[in-house]
């Protein structure tokens, strides 16, 4: 078991980049880390979680936005079929098992219809901002989350 009897993190996870039809960006700031902004990120609950389950639980958990199975958003959440490998900061690598040092991150988008006011979970996050997509990437301290913001015009046609 990992710290404070929680299980280990899967090291899977999605990144929700939740944007608007101009290309403006949801940001949110992390409450461990508060100079890190970053779309939507979480790791699946258990191995066998759907992908776009992870992403919609994800994203109601962190913004409060719905758009899972049957709400009216479910149809603008589109898996881009891309991932990233990459080493897990290690600072963070106590939530996973011993010896697990890398993350398999899925990439996912969510077209919201307007720049919608989230709905904070105040232990992972203490703010926002909405970004055009160029500004919203310089603004992320993950490389990968950056270079997936940037990806943003090519799969919101």
Same mark, same amino acid.
């Given at each position: 078991m990992g710290s404070d009897t929680r299980p280990f993190k899967i090291p899977e996870s999605v990144l929700v980049v939740i944007h608007t039809p101009a290309l403006d960006v949801l940001l949110i700031r992390r409450a461990d880390a508060n100079e890190f902004w970053q779309s939507v990120t979480g790791s699946k609950d258990a191995v066998d979680e759907p992908l776009a389950l @992870?992403?919609?639980?994800?994203?109601?958990?962190? @913004?409060?936005?719905?758009?899972?199975?049957g709400t009216a958003l479910a149809s603008q959440l589109v898996d881009w079929q891309l991932s990233n490998i990459y080493e897990i900061y290690p600072g963070w690598r106590a939530r996973y098992e011993p010896g697990v040092t890398h993350n398999t991150e899925h990439l996912f988008g969510l077209c919201v219809p307007e720049r919608l006011t989230p709905r904070l979970a105040p232990r992972e996050h203490t703010d926002w901002q909405w970004l055009p997509y160029r500004e919203a990437a310089d603004a992320c301290f993950s490389p990968s989350n950056a270079e997936a913001i940037l990806l943003l015009p090519e799969f919101a046609r």
């Open positions: @992870t992403a919609a639980r994800e994203v109601a958990e962190e @913004t409060g936005i719905e758009c899972g199975k």
